[in-house]
């Protein structure tokens, strides 16, 4: 496995790379969700490259960008392990060099959910992306459905930039409790880890209306508040019954696939989690398919 930490190396290499390019962009501090990106590049490509980069554009100046997990040697031997090609690891003067000045706003899809509880973190996202996609050249790049909103303003900006590339979408990979995987979870203490747990409790008691033939979004939406308010420790910021291909909030009863997402305070750390109803559509192509292009 390469480490690369500079953009000549990285260039050279990608151009010995004959055949497909699966690219996995992360943050560190990896769990079994970031693997199962990496094993669907493994095996769908000819070779694989991670970038691993904290990239502080998408955090917001109150936000946990210092505090944010890094353990780089622990992630490089994960990555080894899982049999990863190509592994970057640029500093922020790399990506952000002095009189950087260029950014990318994807307008309507950034705005509510995520956007509108983050001014600016999409704007972060989109932008580095961007430039992880200019540098790495990928075939198919994977991201996990755990970011729903992140995977849709990444999908636009495909799109109307005319990247040649595909996105690829994974689903979220659970505790046995049904949390989410994170790389914030490790900021939970036992009584909050326990806590957490409700997220999954609530978008399961939202499928299971749903399955019993509920589509008033407002109902949907009163289950999952009535299951969070059973966790004392439980602050929603967010709860959202979005048209999936959209992520426009519904207000009336509707047969689309709907995006169920919420963002919850446990103590400091805010824990996102979503699901697409009808259930079948959590798979590895249904979110996908609800976005297309
Ligand atoms: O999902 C993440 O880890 C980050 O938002 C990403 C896509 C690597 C961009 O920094």
């Known amino acids: 496995m390469q480490v690369i930490d500079n953009i000549p190396a990285l260039r050279q290499m990608r151009a010995q790379i004959n055949g497909r ?18 094993e669907a590049a493994r095996a769908e490509n000819d070779a694989v490259l991670v970038t691993i980069f904290v990239n502080p554009t998408q ?15 622990r992630d490089l031997d994960l990555l080894r392990e899982v049999g990863v090609d190509i592994v970057f690891t640029p500093t922020p003067d790399l990506m952000y060099p002095p009189g950087y000045q260029t950014y990318i706003d994807v307008e309507q899809v950034s ?25 790495t050249q990928p075939t198919v790049a994977y991201f996990g459905q755990k970011d729903a909103q992140q995977v849709a303003v990444i999908r636009q900006m495909v799109r109307d930039l005319n990247f040649p590339l595909e996105i690829a979408v994974c689903p979220t990979m659970r505790e046995p409790d049904g949390l989410a995987m994170s790389s914030r979870n490790v900021y939970l203490n036992a009584e909050q880890r326990r806590a957490a747990s409700v997220l999954y409790r609530a978008l399961q ?11 008033d979004p407002e109902v949907l939406r009163r289950a ?22 959209t992520l426009q909030e519904l207000t009336q009863p509707s047969d689309a696939p709907m995006l169920v997402s919420l963002t919850v305070g446990i103590g400091k750390t805010h824990l996102l989690d979503n699901f ?4 079948e559509l ?6 996908s398919r609800v976005l297309g292009g």
């Not at 749903?210 to 589509?215: D, K, N, V």
């Open 21 to 38: 390019l699966g690219v996995v962009p992360t943050m560190g501090a990896l769990h079994a969700g970031h693997l199962s990106l990496v």
């Open 59 to 73: 955090f917001a100046a109150n936000e946990d960008l210092a505090a944010y997990p890094r353990d780089l040697p």
């Open 111 to 135: 705005q509510g959910l995520e956007g509108a509880r983050r001014p600016g973190h999409f704007r972060g996202v989109a932008t580095v992306v961007a430039k992880l996609f200019n540098l």
């Open 205 to 215: 008691n939202a499928g299971d209306i749903y399955a019993a033939g509920e589509r």
């Open 224 to 245: 999952i508040f009535d299951t969070l308010r059973t966790e004392p420790l439980a602050a929603p910021d967010y709860v959202s019954i979005a048209d999936a291909r």
């Open 276 to 279: 697409i109803l009808p259930a």
């Open 282 to 287: 959590n798979d590895r192509v249904g979110l």
